[in-house]
């Protein structure tokens, strides 16, 4: 499975974004050149999630996706998320606050992100990765409500 934000077979981020990504820019700088090639790697069974902010959801991107033959997970539009990237990128601003003096720029920034991507323990993914089906419960006994995640 793909991620939005990036693949856990290879463990680097897919792309640095900088300034306002429109669905444009999705479509350009993410889906054509790294998600889209990796999901077609991955053969037939893949299948992409993303959530529903506005650029993922512009029609240039629903359009790209459709003709490039990716499956794509539907996301409700107020559903929980569940998604473990965003424990990922809580655990990484720990880890950048905690080790490093503030950035003095992006590129600065961008640095102290990589140093401490490179630095996440495996066991980290591997939790989040298989705790998905308590999550998936978790959501599913609160019908669809508040979870601890």
Known sequence: MVWGAFSLHHRTPLVHVQGNLTGIRYRDEILQP???????????QAVYQDDNARPHRA??????????GV???EWPACSPDLHPI???WDELDRKVRS????HRDVQHL?????????A????????????MRTRC????NSQGGYTHY
């Open 137 to 140: 419960v978790e959501c599913q």
């Open 86 to 88: 965003e424990n990922l």
């Open 34 to 44: 790294l998600a889209v090639p990796t999901l077609q790697q991955m053969g037939p």
């Open 59 to 68: 029609r240039v991107v629903n359009d790209f996706l459709q003709q490039s």
């Open 120 to 131: 996440l323990p495996q066991r980290i993914f591997t939790t989040l990765v298989n705790s």
């Open 99 to 102: 080790n490093h003096p503030p």
């Open 110 to 118: 961008y640095q102290m992100l990589q140093a401490e991507w490179q």
């Open 71 to 73: 499956n794509r997970m």
